[in-house]
C-alpha cells in the first residue's frame, strides 16, 4: 500500500468564497502514483468546508443564501464574547461538512457525471490549508 | 493490501425514496474477501445521499418533513434559472450526507445495534449510481 | 498496510453533552504503530454523532442551541408513535454528522490548530460506544 499527502492552500479576497477543487485533487493522486484506493480532502480550519455537489453558479448562490437562512451572521452567539466574530461560519460549514472522501479507480476520481469537489470558505482573507491524502496500491 | 469495488444502481418510482443498502453494502464486502478494513458508500449524483441512521418508517416519515422544513421545494431557487427544478434536492442531500465510510472488522460490517446504511433518493425516476469501495487486509 | 480497531465507551450523566476525544484517538493511534494513513472515528449508536470543531465552551453552547432550533424536542413526531421519544436526538446527530476520518501523518493526528475531535450526545445516559479504525503504514 501507498500513501501520498500534500495540502492546497487558500487565501481567499471574500470572507466567504466557494471554489471548485476537482482539478487540484485529481493533480495530487496523479503526482501519488495510486491507481486505485481512496483520497481524503479535509479543510484542516473549522470555519471552511469541503463538499461535493454541482458546478452551476445558479446553485452556488442557492446554497448560500440558504446557510444564511439557517445559520445567521449577526446573532449574539456566545462565542463572540471571545471577542470573534465568526461563530455563524462554524455552523455553516457544520452543515456542508468539512471533508469528503473521494474514491479512486483506474487512477482517476471515481466521480458521477456532474460531482465536483468544492472548498467552502466562511471566514477568508487569511490562510487556510486543506490535507489531502491518498491511500491505495 | 486489497481492494475492491462495485456499484449499486437505482431507479425508483418515486421521486423521493429511502431504501435500506446495508445487505446490498454488506455483500459487496463478502465478495471482496476483505477482512478488516473500511467500505466507502458514496452517492455518485448529487441530488442523493447516503446516510446511517435507524430503519423505522416512522423515524423515516420524520426526516422527510424535517428536510422539506429545513430546504423547502417550490422555491425561487437561481438554479431553476437553468431549467432545473430540484435545487430542493442538492440541499435536502447536503442535510443527510452523500457519503459514509463503514468499518470492516473480522469480515463483516462493524455496525452498531441499530445502525442502518440508507440511499436517500431526492430526485429519482432516472438512473442513478452508488459507488461502493471496498480497502483493508 | 496494518489496521488497527478500538473502541471508546461512553455512559453520559446528561442527556446531551459534547465531549472532548482527540487525545483518546491520537492514543489509539499511538498504541497501532501506524504512521501515515487514516483514522476513522465513528459513533456506533444512532443519537450520537462524531465531529471536529472548535474547543471553546461559548461555541459549544451555540451549537445545542442553534440545534435545538433547528431540529427541536418535543414535536409529535412519527417516530415517538414506537414508545421512543428521541426523534430530535436522531436529527440533530444527522446535522453534526456521525463520523469523521483523521488523517495520520508522521505518526499523529494531521489536524489544523484549532482542529478537536468531539463526541456530541444527544440521547444519553445509557452505554454508547464510538468505533475508532486506523489503516495505513
Known amino acids: 500500500m501507498k500513501t501520498y499527502t500534500d495540502y492546497l492552500r487558500f487565501n481567499t479576497k471574500q ?7 476537482t482539478d487540484d485533487v485529481a493533480a495530487i493522486v496523479k503526482r501519488s ?10 479543510a484542516m480550519h473549522i470555519t471552511a468546508g469541503v463538499y461535493v455537489n454541482d458546478w452551476e453558479d445558479g446553485l452556488i448562490g442557492d446554497f448560500q443564501v440558504w446557510l444564511e437562512k439557517l445559520a445567521p451572521a449577526g446573532l449574539p452567539y456566545k462565542h463572540h464574547q471571545t471577542g470573534e466574530d465568526n461563530a455563524d461560519a462554524h455552523l455553516k460549514r457544520t452543515i456542508m461538512g468539512h ?5 479512486v479507480t483506474a ?8 460531482e465536483q469537489v ?12 486543506v490535507v489531502v491524502k491518498v491511500m491505495g496500491v
Chains 1, 2, 3 share one sequence.
Open 107 to 114: 487512477g482517476k476520481l471515481d466521480l458521477g457525471p456532474w
Open 99 to 103: 471533508q469528503v472522501i473521494v474514491p
Open 118 to 129: 468544492f472548498y467552502a470558505e466562511f471566514d477568508g482573507q487569511r490562510r487556510k490549508r
Open 33 to 42: 502514483g495510486i491507481d486505485d484506493g481512496i483520497v481524503l480532502v479535509s
Open 15 to 21: 470572507r466567504q468564497e466557494f471554489i471548485r477543487i
